[in-house]
């Protein structure tokens, strides 16, 4: 199923318990290396600061803060980055809309699908499906 994830090191942020273990698991089961996950920006920017990470998933809505200053922080290392929200693009800060989002609820094998796009291409510029 596409380019294999194993060995790449996945930064999950996401705040609802269920959804951020699914992911997880997804995840630990295409052999990839979970950073997190984590459920807010101080703990995902500490995680930034002392792991490398190959590609990241972020909520955009963190018990009410948003991750921005997460993918702001991607960006400066240009590390590829996906949404997984609820928000619509044009809810999103420009300079963000043009990151790849899934819509909650959302399917773990087009979570996967974005991610392999995004690692293959090395940016975060991938055209949604």
């Known amino acids: 199923m596409g380019q294999s994830m194993t060995g790449k ?3 999950v942020v996401e705040d609802e318990y269920f959804i951020a273990q699914d992911l997880r698991k997804a995840l630990v089961e295409a052999e990839t290396t979970v950073i997190g996950p984590v ?3 101080n703990d995902a920017l500490s995680l930034l600061r002392d792991e490398p990470v190959d ?4 909520d955009v809505n963190l018990a009410g803060t948003q991750s921005f200053p997460v993918a702001d922080a991607l960006r400066e290392r240009s590390v590829p980055y996906m949404f997984l929200t609820g928000y619509d693009e044009w809810a999103l800060p420009e300079e963000h809309r043009q990151a790849p989002r899934t819509n909650k ?13 995004l690692d ?10």
């Open 105 to 117: 609820p959302f399917a773990t094998s087009e979570v996967l699908r974005c991610l392999r796009q």
């Open 9 to 11: 090191r996945i930064l």
């Open 39 to 41: 459920g807010n920006v």
């Open 55 to 58: 590609v990241a998933i972020l």
């Open 120 to 129: 293959a291409e090395g940016t975060s510029t991938v055209t949604p499906a």
